[in-house]
């Protein structure tokens, strides 16, 4: 015990001695396991569609309310009617949670979809629509974790002094983010640059920071996320987070079982696998249903309107390569025929 006590101290003033901007970095490349997190996120001004080009999300008056909880290999993620985590122990909304590779959707209060994620068959080339939706859940769960970076899971950051990269996933290809820090106050980062780039196109964005409250320590209480569009930063999204308790990990098996949020009597439970669907019996026998039985975990356009700002620019490039490639064409029939002519 002793000895333990003796490790745990150290630990903690190591940590102590850490400089503001040695602890940010931290956040991003090692962060501990986080026991809970309480945010609100602002939402575009109408339900459903994406932000505006024009001017994003400003003035929305709509937010969601989300809990997460995080350690490496695990997560839960609720969204909940309330801020008062006492009188919201189930899940209100979209839910999910994941463990030992095991991939759970949870519908309202009736629906569960169990999903072991198949990694060999993303290996060999295939990649079934389930591990796109779950796999794009946690990534877009990760965001206020990763400090509002995008398309990353907990833990990929990189740094080379104050610049940093990572590779992540978008829309099932490789997306490679990098940046640096921006700006300080008082020795404090509190901006991101941050650049999102493949094959397509590349997008920029700023992050921006503040911290107002000393119940959560060295975590920016708001972290909003701009889009740098034709000269302009529009406000793309903005997380607010209330509360954020650091555990140590492992942590408790309850908070990643989707049983301690939606009671196991009352719902239907099916298992995902191979492209087939098969509902569990409460005596542990699968009987194969329709597809179109399965809670809805196909990716929608909702789900995409966080990336809308990069297909504009990703598809407005797509588009001035195929112009070009349309007046090479031209310009090569013309000279043929002219040839032809002569």
Known sequence: ML???????????????????????????NPEPVEEMLFLEKRPREQGKPPS??????????YSVGFLAWEPGSMVFRTLATTNLPVSPDADGPAFTFHNNRFSFIDGRTNVLVYELEHKRVEAGEFPPTFDAATYRLRRTSEPLNLGLSHLLPGSVRWDG????????????????????????NGV???LRVQYSNDMG???????????????????????????????????R??????????????PDRLFDAFSYVPRSESTVRLSTNDSLYVVMPSGRLLETPSAA???????????????????????????????????AKSGTTNHNQNQTI
Request: charged share 20%; aromatic share 12%.
């Open 3 to 29: 000895i333990l006590l003796a490790g745990f101290v150290s630990v903690a003033q190591a940590s102590d001695e850490l400089t503001p901007t040695e602890k940010f970095k931290a956040l991003l490349s």
């Open 53 to 62: 080009l024009e001017d994003g999300i400003a003035g929305s008056t709509n």
């Open 162 to 185: 104050d610049h940093f990269h990572a590779t992540g996933s978008a829309d099932k290809k490789r997306i490679h983010i990098s940046g640096e820090i921006s700006d300080y106050s």
């Open 189 to 191: 980062p509190t901006g």
């Open 202 to 236: 590349v997008a920029n964005y700023r992050i921006a920071y503040t911290y107002a409250s000393a119940r959560l320590g060295d975590f920016p209480e708001t972290i909003r996320i701009l889009f740098n569009y034709k000269g302009r930063e529009i406000e793309y």
């Open 238 to 251: 903005t997380y607010t987070i209330l509360k954020r308790t650091v555990g140590k990990a492992p942590l």
């Open 294 to 328: 399965a809670p809805k975990v196909r990716l929608t356009k909702n789900d995409f309107y966080r990336n809308r700002y990069i297909y504009v620019l990703m598809g407005a490039l797509t588009i001035g390569f195929g112009v070009l490639l349309v007046k090479s």
